[in-house]
């Protein structure tokens, strides 16, 4: 109860600080301010996800109890750039029987709290995006070369021209993307 309490409170702090960031009346030095924030909470959920029990089960690892139900990627500077749920499952909670015929579940499942890692709604992705985005970082977008007189070159958009001048990175590697126009 404590735990999933914690979870809603910094998920709510969290909330708070996305109005407060896409505030007009923000410089790029307050945004950076909140962006600080936001990883705290980041950090302050990674670790609630991995609560444990007073007996020492994971609270959130399903039927998983005994491992980690969530591990954090970092980059050099130590910033969490991706959280991965257990791969043996967090999704089934670990039943005990209290009387005969009677069982109530120990473990929560992850997923029913912090949502599908696959989902654009999972918990720690969107803080990441948001941290990320109150940082400065560019969100990726793509804009046709076009000028005034028409395409001035209606295969190229800006910045990508080349077939490595696009990577996208994900849990299981990277790809160099190349842009092609429809013809």
Do not use: C, M
């Amino acid at each position: 109860d404590t735990a999933l309490r914690s979870i809603a409170d910094t998920l709510t702090q969290a909330k708070e600080a996305a109005v407060q960031g896409a505030s007009d009346t923000n410089d790029a030095l307050a945004r950076q301010s909140i962006g600080a924030k936001v990883n705290q909470l980041l950090e302050t959920l990674v670790g609630l996800a991995d609560s444990r029990s007073s007996t020492g089960t994971f609270l959130f690892g399903g039927q998983e109890s005994t491992t980690a139900p969530y591990s954090a990627t970092r980059d050099s500077s130590g910033q969490i750039t991706s959280v991965t749920p257990n791969p043996r499952g967090i999704d089934t909670p670990t039943p005990a029987g209290i009387s005969e015929g009677i069982t109530l579940p120990t473990t929560v499942s992850g997923t029913a709290i912090f949502g599908a890692a696959t989902d654009p709604t999972y918990a720690f992705d969107a803080l990441i995006r948001l941290r990320d985005y109150l940082d400065g970082q560019p969100l990726l977008r793509f804009q046709a070369d076009v000028g005034s007189t028409g395409a001035a070159n209606a295969g190229a958009y800006a910045g990508v021209v080349g077939p490595a001048d696009l990577q996208i990175g994900g849990p299981t590697g990277t790809a160099f993307v190349a842009a092609t126009a429809a013809g």
